[in-house]
């Protein structure tokens, strides 16, 4: 499966291949609190409907301390067993897995990033437009947990890559596996690890949002710290419930509920220096993305990603918080285009 239209001319016809300099509008979407509204997994989760669409999850249910229904959060088989049976329940994907130790992301919070983005394309495209979108996941790791999102619930088409093999295969393997997800997802290696883009876009292909979440420690023991604390703070709280000890180790490290691999992790320079290369590399394809955006974890990298992508000539930047109970996060878009410009470029890539 490819993303070609040969049919049809980019805003790059003329021979432009950076934007031009120009002042850089900047746009700040607050938080709302609670998950999106048409976030499938609002409220509490139903651990009977769960257990219904995945029986293997029933032993791993607890009670918590008002005695409702939970699992054990700390623990990275009931983790992985409660997203299997949100994605059976909720998004009809009934064959997905991931290997031994890789990213297994909560899913609520994902889906988030894409039900917003969702609406910023829409104030471009309009909310009823019939139209074929085409989103590209960088760093798509072994879950695909952002294509299979986009496609059942909007119904994109989705391309993914990663510098990882294993975690490639194993997110085609979920898109053929699944009937609403075949021929709607093809992942791709990245060769090169400098790059992001540079290989994955092919010439004459074009795509409406792209979306990215990226290592955010800058080595190994960064990512062993973070995890350590992270056990620490579960095991605390834990404690606290009167529930017992937290498994923390394997094989004498940390082990974290929701795994992750080196590349999914962490890179040289963290995030600070993964975000900064995107928005630099972005520009070169500034006529054939019509939004990039990307996840930031630490709040601080905000201004700085802001500042790079000003240097690279974005034309506009929108930053979206976003709140999940405790848990806030954000994510920043840009585009090299005017809306002018965008509602050319839509019309000419349907």
């Known amino acids: 499966m490819t993303r070609r239209n040969n049919n049809t001319k980019s805003s790059n016809d003329m021979g432009q291949t950076k934007p031009a300099l120009s002042e850089t509008k900047v746009i700040k979407r607050p938080a709302k609190a609670g998950l999106h509204k048409r976030n499938l997994h609002n409220g509490r989760y139903d651990f009977k409907a769960l257990t219904d669409a995945l029986p293997e999850l029933s032993a791993h249910i607890v009670k918590n301390p008002k005695g409702e229904a939970s699992i054990n959060f700390s623990d990275p088989v009931a983790v ?11 998004y009809s994907v009934t064959q997905w897995d991931i290997p031994h130790g890789y990213l297994c992301p909560p899913i609520p919070g994902r889906a988030d990033y894409v039900h917003r983005l969702a609406d910023l394309l829409a104030d471009d495209c309009g909310q009823s437009v019939a139209r074929r979108i085409n989103a590209l996941d960088i760093g798509v790791g072994a879950n695909c947990i952002y294509p299979i999102v986009g496609v059942t619930q909007y119904g994109w088409y989705y391309t993914g890559s990663d510098i990882d093999p294993v975690s490639v295969n194993n997110s085609n393997q979920i898109a053929a596996n699944n009937t609403v997800l075949k021929d709607k997802i093809e992942c791709r290696l990245q060769q090169n690890s400098r790059y992001l883009f540079k290989g994955i876009i092919k010439p004459g292909e074009f795509y ?13 023991e960064e990512a062993q710290q973070g995890s350590a604390r992270k056990i620490s703070n579960l095991s605390a709280n834990k404690a606290k ?14 082990v ?16 600070a220096a993964f975000i900064k290369n995107m928005a630099f590399e972005s520009r070169e394809f500034a006529h054939q993305v019509l939004w ?59």
Do not use: Y
């Not at 974290?256 to 995030?271: D, H, I």
């Not at 005017?338 to 839509?346: F, G, M, P, Y």
């Open 80 to 90: 992985k067993l409660l997203n299997k049976a949100l994605l059976a329940h909720h």
């Open 241 to 254: 419930r009167g529930q017992g000890k937290t498994q923390a180790t394997e094989k004498g490290q940390p």
């Open 208 to 220: 409406h949002l792209t979306t990215c979440n990226p290592p955010f420690h800058k080595s190994l």
């Open 292 to 350: 990039f955006s990307t996840l930031i974890s630490k709040k601080d990298n905000v201004r700085w990603m802001r500042k790079n992508l000003e240097k690279a000539a974005a034309t506009e930047i929108h930053i979206v918080e976003m709140s999940q109970g405790q848990k806030n996060s954000r994510f920043i878009a840009w585009t090299f285009q005017t809306q002018e410009q965008r509602k050319r470029w839509l019309t000419l890539n349907k």
């Open 256 to 271: 974290l509920n929701f795994g992750g691999q080196q590349a999914e992790l962490w890179c040289s320079g963290g995030e």
